[in-house]
Nanobody, 115 residues
Framework: QVQLVESGGGLVQAGGSLRLSCAASGTVVSFTSMAWYRQGLGKQRELVARITGGGSTNYADSVKGRFTISRDNVKTTVYLQMNSLKPEDTAVYYC?????????WGQGTQVTVSS
């Protein structure tokens, strides 16, 4: 069993920055990938950024150049550095981890960007 715990959300003004963290614990061997998703009010959950076990990354077009996904050397903590935040980035951000085909989710952390 894998547990994911997010932290780092909060309220920030437009143009500001936040850094989200997601720490994995439990029976962790190696992840196929770790990712951040977000879900705004009344919207579907969408992929924000993903990092594979090999270190490859991909981003939603809406955050390219502003957000950076990274992980620690032990590969059990993933980060999302969010710069130049916009009001439309307001959402609950969820950490996701995949081990082969098994999917794990964190509880979510709220990010609110005021204009």
């Amino acid at each position: 069993q894998v547990q994911l715990v997010e932290s780092g959300g909060g309220l920030v003004q437009a143009g500001g920055s936040l850094r989200l963290s997601c720490a994995a614990s439990g029976t962790v061997v190696s992840f196929t990938s770790m990712a951040w998703y977000r879900q705004g009010l009344g919207k579907q959950r969408e992929l924000v950024a993903r990092i594979t076990g090999g270190g490859s990354t991909n981003y939603a077009d809406s955050v390219k150049g502003r957000f950076t996904i990274s992980r620690d050397n032990v590969k059990t903590t993933v980060y999302l550095q969010m710069n130049s935040l916009k009001p439309e980035d307001t959402a609950v951000y969820y950490c996701n981890a995949m081990i082969v085909t098994n999917d794990y989710w964190g509880q979510g952390t709220q990010v609110t960007v005021s204009s």
